[in-house]
């Protein structure tokens, strides 16, 4: 099976630094196979057999804290998690000049469709949606700083959450292809 781990809040703003090729080195030793690290925000894809998503996530965390000395929040999806959720994406969904749009990989405790009652939504500003694993948010870039969704840094639900744009969610998706054919 193929996998992404998505770790949250590693190599931001000086932050949580962890070396990408040590990171990998990590995921190896712990027994996963084929291991690809994308960009420097804790990305990882591998396969693995014979464990659930929850106890890999388990699994990884620790061996991060053991590495690293870091409590590191890792969510684990496979590749059919990624697809659902890649699909979802309107086609016209970009991270560029005019555009701001985000894929929000949620906890397994806040994922139910629930969730969004707890987001400051603005209906003329933010187009929202939730998929089951994450929440998809786009905005007009000349329009963030009006965005009620601009304003979910602090809250409960942003603890429980962590952040790829759409380019870097297409680009893991591709790399998760490309490891299953």
């Known amino acids: 099976m193929i996998y992404v781990a998505l770790l949250r809040g590693i190599n931001v703003g000086g932050k949580n630094k962890i070396d990408m090729k040590l990171l990998k080195q990590t995921f ?89 009652k707890n987001l400051d939504i603005k209906p003329n500003i933010d187009k929202v949606k939730y998929v089951p694993g994450a929440i998809l948010w786009s905005v007009e870039k000349k329009n963030v700083t009006k965005s009620g969704m601009s304003k979910i840094i602090g809250t409960k639900v942003y603890k429980q959450i962590t952040v790829r744009n759409v380019n870097t969610a297409r680009k893991i998706y591709e790399l998760m292809q490309a490891q299953n054919s």
């Open 28 to 116: 190896e030793q712990t027994g996963m196979n084929d291991v690809v690290t994308y960009i420097n925000t804790g990305n990882i894809i591998f396969s693995y057999k014979g464990k659930s998503k929850t106890d890999l996530a388990y699994i990884l965390e620790e061996a991060i804290h053991k590495d690293f000395g870091l409590q590191i929040k890792v969510v684990v999806r496979n590749l059919d998690d990624v697809r659902e959720i890649i699909n979802e994406i309107p086609d016209s969904w970009k991270n560029d000049k005019d555009m701001k749009s985000d894929v929000m990989f949620l906890w397994d405790e806040i994922d139910d469709e629930s969730v969004l």
